[in-house]
């Protein structure tokens, strides 16, 4: 999922997450919710359509045991 140019961009690579949920536990502006969509692994990784809100604190990208979340302002 990537946002507009200029603004922050939260990419999350859907094959090497495996649904934990620790980013969404521990996003401090709590923008991160389950996806309905099932990755190829079988998961459901995060998603968010609340950007705006987003405190590119990189929490998400930090806890991530599978490095499969990256957070920039491209």
């Given at each position: 999922m990537r946002a507009e140019k200029g603004k922050i961009q939260l990419h999350i690579?859907?094959?090497y997450c495996k649904g934990c949920?620790?980013?969404i536990e521990f996003?401090?502006?709590k923008i991160l919710k389950?996806?309905?969509k099932m990755n190829s692994r079988g998961y459901f990784p995060p998603e968010s359509n609340d950007m705006e809100?987003?405190?590119?604190?990189?929490?998400c990208s930090l806890?991530?045991?599978?490095?499969a979340i990256v957070v920039s302002d491209e």
């Open positions: 690579e859907d094959k949920g620790i980013c996003c401090p502006a389950k996806s309905k809100k987003c405190k590119k604190c990189g929490m806890l991530c045991p599978d490095f």
